[in-house]
């Protein structure tokens, strides 16, 4: 069974530029969720989707956004990008369901964004 | 805003003896925590989960306890191995996927 797959895996972009990520999600996974890991602020929320709507979201400004697909896979995009939003990108799927299991998240290898 | 921390940064033990990770969270009405392990170049990877209606639980060579008295869980590792090198995260599982994570405990094995 094939993992949580993103792409790219590294990219460097400059300030002011925008970013989009992408995750594939587990094959059966509804829910997708997004993760910024920084070395200062640790794993941080984003933002969650379920059939193509987002449920859930974090404290980060509008630049930050997201969107997922009829087929479960999931982009997000950081606009106007700053020197602090140089970071992992984390991308996690679950079932969301209602068993036992259901809503532990199983991660990407993440994206892993410079901003110069 | 309610948050989960860990009680060390760093955790060094000599290989084959017993690990324990400690972490302590503040939101009383948290049910539900979960246990990751990131290797490096990795994303985390689940280990352990435990409910509130528990306080211990056990998987193979790990256990984790839950004092919801002192609002406080630990990550039991035994015998263990270069393998289990690492950073430790505890998270709680606050509803609709979103996890709050602790900034991490990095486990070193001594041969």
């Known amino acids: 069974k094939a993992g949580v797959t993103q792409t790219p895996r590294y990219l460097i972009k400059t300030r002011g530029q925008q970013v989009t990520l992408s995750c594939s999600p587990i094959s059966g996974h509804r829910s997708v969720s997004w993760y910024q890991q920084t070395p200062g602020q640790g794993l941080q929320f984003l933002f969650e989707y379920f059939s193509e709507t987002q449920r859930n979201k974090g404290n980060f400004p509008g630049r930050f956004s997201g969107r997922q697909f009829s087929n479960s896979r999931s982009e997000m995009n950081v606009s106007t990008l700053e020197l602090g939003d140089s970071a992992l990108y984390l991308c996690?799927?679950?079932?969301?369901?209602?068993?036992?299991?259901?809503?532990?998240?199983?991660f990407g290898a993440g994206s892993r964004l410079t901003v110069l | 805003g309610e948050s989960v921390g860990l009680h060390l940064p760093t955790l060094s033990v000599q290989e084959g003896d017993n690990s324990i990770i400690n972490c302590a969270y503040s939101n009383s009405a948290s049910d539900y925590f979960i246990w990751y392990k990131q290797e490096s170049g990795k994303g985390p990877q689940f280990i352990i989960d435990?409910?509130?209606?528990?306080d211990k639980r056990q998987g193979q060579r790990v256990t984790v306890l839950l004092n919801k008295t002192v609002k406080h869980l630990s990550l039991q590792i035994a015998a263990t191995q270069p393998g289990d090198s690492a950073v430790y995260f505890c998270?709680?599982?606050?509803?609709?996927?979103?996890?709050?994570f602790g900034q991490g405990t990095r486990l070193t094995i001594n041969p």
């Open positions: 998270a709680d599982n606050q509803g609709a996927q979103k996890l709050v």
């Open positions: 996690a799927s679950s079932t969301r369901g209602q068993s036992s299991g259901a809503n532990v998240l199983t």
């Open positions: 435990i409910r509130s209606n528990m």
